[in-house]
């Protein structure tokens, strides 16, 4: 099955600066890739997200980027701000209306 | 955009009892609702997939007879953990895909999660 690797498991950041978080998988066939921030004792809430036929996405603050040949994508946040402070989670799908494997995740916190 | 809920958010028993737990999604059809299990610290381990209308498929390591799903109807599916010990506590979450999505571009919507403590 599908196996799907996150790095780094913490960041640190000063307010203001960018953080970027690496995602890598494994099956070839997956196309869809969204990212998830979940804060305390709450579920994740989608973010942002790529699907294989593109390179790249920007919404505002936050883009994802996708190597289809490597097979890695990353999260990159901009100007980042206290309440960017979360756990984030890459996924990845193989075919739409099926379940998502999810990386270990990433604790971010955004020193102000 | 589409909502899933989740009740109870937070459950706590005795061992040996049993727990439901519901997600409903609240203004979409959800043919298909995945349930995740998350420890503290750890990401979302996927524990089964429930179609409406048919037996859930479990994902391995996964008891079915111990954590019952039930899809009775496209906007509602069950998750009973029968007689419950504490190393079934976790953080439990649905999550739904929207029926007849046009693009069926595979988004998931996902509930608050339930945390269960079980004494």
């Known amino acids: 099955g599908e196996n799907v690797e996150q790095h780094p498991s913490t960041l640190s950041v000063q307010e203001g600066d960018s953080a970027v978080i690496k995602c890598t998988y494994s099956?070839?066939?997956?196309?869809?890739f969204p990212w998830y921030k979940q804060e305390l004792g709450k579920g994740p809430q989608l973010i942002i997200d790529?699907?294989?036929?593109?390179g790249e996405k920007k919404d505002q603050r936050i883009a994802v980027t996708l190597n289809k040949t490597a097979k890695h994508f990353s999260l990159h946040i901009t100007e980042t701000q206290p309440e960017d402070s979360a756990v984030y989670f890459c996924a990845a799908q193989k075919g739409g209306r099926r379940a998502l494997t999810f990386g270990s995740g990433t604790r971010l916190q955004v020193q102000p | 955009g589409a909502v899933v809920s989740q009740h109870p958010s937070r459950v706590i028993c005795k061992s040996g009892t049993s727990v439901k737990i519901e997600c409903r999604s609240l203004d979409f059809q959800a043919t298909t609702m995945f349930w995740y299990r998350q420890f503290p610290k750890q990401s979302l381990m996927l524990m089964a997939t429930?179609?409406?209308?048919?037996?859930?498929?479990?994902e391995q390591g996964v008891e079915k007879d111990k954590f019952l799903i039930n899809h009775a109807s496209l906007t509602l599916s069950t998750l009973t953990v029968t007689s419950a010990h504490p190393e079934d506590s976790s953080f439990y979450i649905c999550s739904a895909s929207f029926r007849g999505h046009a693009l069926n571009t595979g988004e998931l919507f996902f509930g608050e999660g339930s945390r269960l403590t079980v004494l």
């Open positions: 099956d070839s066939a997956s196309n869809y």
């Open positions: 790529i699907r294989s036929n593109v």
């Open positions: 429930s179609n409406e209308g048919s037996k859930a498929t479990y």
